[in-house]
């Protein structure tokens, strides 16, 4: 009965102070705009005395100005897991979905482990008066409610926290773009780069490369694009550096793709012979952009990068105008230019940097390119082995296992077929993968038993010479056998 009783007043009470606060909304109402304002702030003043809570209000609109953090602020939430009151749309010719918050919905969130709530208010805006700029007429804020105990620590590091949040969102939805340097460094517009979107597939899963390799590659990116703080408090440029060497068609532009999508970075591909000196050479780096992977392919044949004892090592450079011949370096660039770009006080302009070398003969390149603290990381770009050939067979027929496999395994390592030798076999035959697989076997096979070239002095001398022999007749060997599988493939149909 007591019990009863008591309910009863608490539901008289709740009543009440429902009937007070829909009496001073009444009159509220009837205020005037600016005096209903302060009017409201008075009374959150009030009541925030006696509540746990610290709020905030985040408008839309500053003023004239627009409000960067109300973006941050919805674009945070709108992508947080926790967030359930949310609209789907998706625009006129996009096939991915965008998520945005409901009008006057609340959602909690959690940082550091306190407790955060949010607020998002849509209102019509009532005043009218006179602005240089158009303002919508809905007005839209978000308030945020932290803990008072906990404000003074969580506040601004979860601001932060969201605009960080946001930044990445950002950069991961929007396009990525590959450039290349204009010729003289300048184009017709003054910009020294041109791009085009980066719209090239390969990724960490479809790359064909040893699954502990590749974990520790994406292990080292993943560190890296994390490693801020570490890198500021070691006094470090926040860049890095890796070298891809292998034959071709091992799946070296490949990576770097791989690379590329897997941080959401845009790709700058540098053409050295494109630039004239070292000026123009530091001129391109600053004018990158952070968060980038800058790329100099088959450095080895861009510039005269081999011992220094033996030659000087700069490239020369016809130049249309005329120059002083008593500048040595007017249209030269340098190896220690090259250095500088890529390791010297010029490289910390920017920051969030990869630089990434390839080249088909490591051992053409001077040794100062490879030391620690310009080449971070040597991948050596192999062969295919048998996981990476079950990669392959994944990504072209489907298939996840074969009676066939065990034959394939104790016949890839001896055939030393590139990832492009055994793509080009499983293309060829991917509409039918049982004899895919056979054909994959039967090539492994003629290239094992293949017998060695005939031996020459020439070869000791110049292993260059031999790998490229020996990658040619590779090369041409599956050719003749699929034009041979073709041609007896048309004779079956005349027939």
């Not at 990116?221 to 490693?227: H, V």
């Not at 006094?235 to 292998?246: I, S, T």
Request: proline share 5%; glycine share 4%; charged share 25%.
């Amino acid at each position: 009965m007591e019990l009863l009783t008591a309910m009863t007043s608490l539901m008289a009470i709740l009543a009440f102070r429902q009937t007070v606060v829909q009496a001073l909304m009444q009159a509220c109402a009837t205020l005037p705009p600016d005096v209903r304002v302060a009017f409201n702030r008075f009374m959150h003043r009030i009541l925030s005395w006696f509540s746990a809570y610290t709020y905030f209000e985040i408008m839309d609109v500053d003023g004239v100005n627009t409000n960067e953090l109300y973006s941050d602020v919805q674009l945070h939430l709108s992508n947080s897991p926790s967030i359930s009151a949310t609209r789907i749309t998706r625009s006129k010719n996009s096939s991915s979905f965008s998520f945005s918050l409901a009008d006057n919905a609340k959602f909690d969130d959690i940082y550091n482990g306190v407790s955060i709530w949010w607020e998002h208010r849509v209102t019509q805006r009532q005043s009218h008066s006179f602005s240089w700029r158009p303002l919508p007429e809905e007005k839209r804020g978000f308030v945020l409610w932290i803990p008072k105990e906990d404000t003074e620590r969580v506040l601004n590091p979860y601001l932060g926290y969201i605009m960080e949040h946001a930044s990445e969102i950002r950069r991961k939805k929007r396009d990525r773009l590959l450039y290349t340097n204009s010729k003289g460094s300048m184009d017709s517009r003054g910009q020294p780069w041109d791009s085009v979107p980066f719209k090239h597939p390969s990724t960490f899963d479809t790359l064909a490369l040893d699954p502990v390799r590749k974990s520790e590659i994406i292990a080292d990116l993943d560190a890296f694009a994390k490693g801020k703080e570490f890198y500021q408090n070691t006094g470090r440029a926040w860049k890095r550096g890796y070298l891809l060497h292998g034959r071709p068609g091992t799946g070296k532009s490949s990576m770097i793709a791989a690379m590329a999508n897997h941080l959401c970075y845009d790709v700058y591909d540098l053409e050295l012979t494109e630039a004239r000196t070292n000026v123009e050479l530091r001129k391109l780096l600053i004018k990158t952009t952070n968060k980038s992977i800058i790329v100099i392919e088959d450095i080895d044949c861009s510039l005269n990068l081999s011992d220094r004892a033996k030659k000087p090592c700069r490239v020369e450079v016809k130049s249309e105008s005329p120059v002083d011949k008593s500048d040595d370096n007017s249209n030269t660039i340098t190896l220690s230019g090259l250095l500088n770009f890529t390791d010297g006080l010029w490289s910390c302009c920017g920051s969030e940097r990869i630089f990434v070398f390839t080249t088909n003969h490591l051992e053409k390149l001077d040794p100062a390119l490879l030391r620690s603290g310009r080449m971070d990381m040597h991948i050596l770009m192999s062969f295919c082995t048998f996981p990476a050939l079950k990669i392959l067979v994944r990504n072209h027929l489907g298939i996840e296992n074969h009676e066939l496999f065990p034959l394939l395994e104790q016949n890839i390592e001896d055939a030393q077929m590139t990832p492009a030798d055994v793509s080009e076999i499983l293309i060829k035959y991917r509409l039918n993968p049982p004899r895919a697989l056979e054909e994959l076997l039967e090539a492994f096979k003629a290239t094992k038993e293949r017998p060695p070239l005939e031996s020459s002095v020439n070869r000791e001398e110049n292993p260059i010479e031999e790998e490229n022999e020996e990658q040619e007749r590779r090369a041409l060997d599956i050719h003749k056998k699929i034009e041979r599988e073709e041609l007896l493939d048309f004779g079956k149909i005349l027939s």
